[in-house]
């Protein structure tokens, strides 16, 4: 069963398909920041994806525009608010939550 794990809290939680990683994060007290409150109009909720990209959906255009013009996009980069859960893969899937705003 897939597992979502956090770093650098270290927390690993189970999920089901269709969530967001916003809410997966938030109900399994893992803080993520979200200051427009999920609606894709910040970039605080940047996350990594380090690993288990496979199991989730592909990034929007809306994304890759907000990551870019404040210079925080690459392949693994995303916004924890617009990343949903959608498949069961067999390995974690490894989520770093940026601490100084520039992984
Ligand atoms: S919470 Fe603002 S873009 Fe995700």
Same mark, same amino acid.
């Given at each position: 069963m897939t597992d979502f794990y956090f770093i650098p809290c +270290?927390?690993? =939680?189970? !999920?089901?398909?269709?969530?967001?990683? @916003?809410? %997966? #994060?938030? *109900?399994?007290? /893992? /803080? %993520?920041?979200?200051?427009? +409150? +999920? =609606?894709? #109009?910040?970039? $605080?909720c940047r996350v990594v994806v380090l690993s288990g990209k $496979?199991?989730?959906? &592909? %990034? !929007?255009?809306? *994304?890759? *525009?907000? @990551?870019? *013009? !404040? +210079?925080?996009?690459? $392949? &693994? !980069? &995303?916004? #924890?608010? &617009? =990343?949903?859960?959608?498949?069961? %893969?067999?390995?974690?899937?490894v989520i770093l939550i940026p601490s100084d705003g520039k992984?």
């Open positions: +270290g927390k690993k =939680v189970k !999920t089901v398909k269709g969530k967001n990683l @916003l809410d %997966i #994060a938030l *109900e399994n007290d /893992v /803080v %993520i920041d979200h200051n427009c +409150g +999920g =609606v894709c #109009a910040c970039v $605080s $496979s199991a989730l959906n &592909r %990034i !929007t255009k809306g *994304e890759i *525009e907000n @990551l870019k *013009e !404040t +210079g925080l996009y690459n $392949s &693994r !980069t &995303r916004l #924890a608010c &617009r =990343v949903k859960y959608l498949k069961k %893969i067999k390995k974690d899937i992984n």
